[in-house]
């Protein structure tokens, strides 16, 4: 399976972004607290959400997926306890059924995640977590497990902001017994997200989107209906997209406040950018070259980690140089040794790397390291002198919603090769 990918044109139209990955995935889980099946919208068609539904499955709930797009999950069957294994090491968001299944059932035991291409991704501070609410943790021989008679609400300071973390200790204690105050916590939307739908359960929680976050236990949940967020890594990817390759485009299903670090570096850059009520206008005359800018990657709301590899891709055409650093994931710039192929200047040390601006890119044979490092070496083929087949696409199938088909409607020249076959939803 591979991508053929012929630049440089500019890409003009409008397109639309679907439901947010990272929050889909964990309210996904989180329906295992439900008390009776929910129907969830905005649930992006993606290889993710296929695992999620397969992991959850496997636990012993039914999750339907229907032609309108939503899903309903009924985790009323669940009576298995340890998430597949497989598709923990296949998918690291696998891990985030622990606080449901601790809340609901006193116990989970898992395969430790481990690493990934995007370096280490230890999960010690959702057991630290887990362990202050009072269950009992032991790891052994590359597997994990929690167990607790009764969970009872804690204080609980994270030493890192931690997404999953934050998402996995919301999920636990919102059955505890009394309140649970988590602070550094992270302040991602998806996290805002999160605590809307456990509060449409019935849960008690305020705070999300602030470091501070309050959870009372209660009783019982109960079941609900919920759409989630737009994507915002995938409406960040198209903005960042008409940086690289120039041209206009209208991202419809998004969320500007979400995106205010990077509109302001792509104002930096050069990228005219308008915001609307639930779209994004981005702009750049092809002719005209960015201009290169600096970024330090942060916690919500600094720069997202998720977007540092695409917008390399575009500060390797700027004008001048840029030093991007990696300040979530030290080790995310392994997609660079692709870039370099196609005539891009970057130097890495650790996690800093230097970027000088080239006027062009060539074509070349490529190989997707990981999903939004893959999504980065489209972007630069889009804007390449000449043919690139890029292999690896399994990673950008993963977590984007057909991002060839959307790119080659804003007039991109993309296609599959090599007998890939159409994803199934379900
Ligand atoms: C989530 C997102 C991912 C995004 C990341 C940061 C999902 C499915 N994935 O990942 O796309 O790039 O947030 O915005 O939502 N850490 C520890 N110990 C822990 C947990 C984390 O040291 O127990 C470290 C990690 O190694 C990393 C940093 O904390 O260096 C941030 O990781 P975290 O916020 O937990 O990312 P994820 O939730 O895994």
Redesign the pocket.
């Known amino acids: 399976m591979k991508l053929k990918i012929t630049g440089p044109r500019p890409l003009y139209g409008l397109v639309k972004v679907g439901g947010a990955?990272?929050a889909a995935?964990?309210i996904m889980a989180a329906s295992l607290l439900a008390g009776g099946p929910c129907k969830l919208m905005g649930i992006p068609q993606i290889a993710d959400v296929n695992t999620m539904a397969g992991v959850l499955k496997g636990l012993g709930a039914t999750v339907d997926f229907h032609k309108d797009g939503s899903i309903v999950i009924d985790p009323s069957g669940v009576s298995k306890l340890e998430p597949s294994e497989e598709l923990v090491i296949r998918m690291?968001?696998s891990i985030q059924v622990m606080g449901p299944l601790l809340a609901r059932f006193g116990y989970v035991k898992t395969r430790q995640p481990g690493g990934c291409n995007i370096?280490?991704?230890?999960?010690?501070?959702?057991?630290k977590g887990f362990s202050a609410l009072g269950a009992e943790i032991r790891e052994e021989y590359g597997y994990v497990s929690a167990q607790a008679s009764t969970l009872r609400g804690a204080e609980i300071l994270l030493d890192?902001?931690?997404?999953?973390?934050t998402e996995n200790i919301m999920t636990a204690a919102c059955l505890a017994e009394g309140t649970t105050i988590l602070r550094n916590a992270?302040r991602?939307p998806?996290i805002i997200d999160e605590q809307n739908f456990l509060n449409r359960l019935g849960a008690n929680i305020k705070g999300a989107g602030t470091d501070t976050i309050k959870i009372e236990g209660v009783r019982e949940l109960h079941a609900t209906d919920y759409t989630v967020i737009p994507d915002r890594?995938e409406a960040a990817t198209f903005m960042t997209a008409i940086a690289v390759v120039g041209g206009e485009a209208c991202i419809e299903n998004t969320i500007p406040e979400h995106q205010q670090a990077l509109i302001a570096k792509l104002r930096e850059t050069g990228v005219e950018i308008i915001e609307g009520d639930n779209y994004v206008i981005a702009k750049r005359p092809w002719q005209k070259r960015l201009q290169a800018t600096n970024i330090r990657t942060l916690?919500?709301p600094g720069f997202?980690?998720?977007v540092q590899p695409q917008f390399v891709a575009a500060m390797s055409l700027a004008e001048g140089t840029s030093e991007i650093i990696e300040g979530?994931?030290?080790l995310r710039f392994k997609y660079t040794e692709e870039l370099t192929k196609m005539g891009a200047k970057v130097t890495v040390d650790g996690k800093l790397a230097v970027i000088t601006g080239v006027p062009a890119l060539h074509g070349t044979t490529l190989e997707a390291p990981d999903l939004r490092g893959g999504a980065a070496l489209i972007l630069a083929a889009l804007a390449a002198e000449g043919t690139t087949e890029l292999g690896g696409i399994e990673h950008i199938d993963r977590g984007y919603e057909d991002l060839p088909g959307k790119l080659s409607l804003l007039g991109a020249s993309i296609e599959r090769i090599n007998g890939a076959k159409k994803r199934q939803a379900g």
């Open positions: 990955k990272n995935l964990k690291r968001a370096g280490p991704r230890p999960i010690d501070l959702h057991l890192i902001p931690s997404v999953g973390a992270a991602e998806e890594i916690p919500y997202p980690t998720d979530v994931f030290p």
